[in-house]
């Protein structure tokens, strides 16, 4: 899986990232949750370096050996944008301040467990479709992990939702990915505008 992630699939995934923030931006929820954007939960020296990768992998074509995420992280790099950049990318530094957060942020499940009903029960929450499964995953910091004991029934992986629930700074790492952050359930719906 991990061998197939292309730097230009990465650079799309951000692009998507930074396009729902930029597009969920609201006053919050009626309730208690703050709705956020994913990038509000990205340390900002992350998203710079994110935002600005090394100008020689644009050289680099699409689809050769040297396309390849796990290539470039195992490069040992002098110059010191790219090495912040290639940080960035497999980053696991959170913000504190949404430990024990609620809050309410869209996004796309990536299904981790399912019970005999075929419901997710345990299942990674990111801010663009095809993460971790048809794309790279995002940084840690870009990714919630949830276990959900009632299970959401996943008609389809392009239906983004949205989530409310607790913050947790936790670690959680399956073969799809890492998750920097943990999120307490309490309701989800699908996304509408």
Known sequence: MKSSVTLSSVKFGLIAVLLIATSTLSLASANDYEEIDWVALMPEDDLSALLNRPEFLNDIADGSA????????????????????????????????????????????VPLEQNEEQKATAFFVVPYFGACLHMPPPPPNQILYVEYKEGVAVENLYDPYWFEGTVKIDNHESALGTSAYSLVLDSFTLYEE
């Open 66 to 109: 040297a396309d390849s995420i796990d290539d470039f992280a195992s490069q040992q790099l002098e110059d010191e944008q790219a090495q912040r950049y290639q940080q960035a990318l497999v980053s696991t530094r959170v913000i504190d301040e949404f430990d024990g957060k609620p809050i309410r942020i869209p996004g796309f499940i």
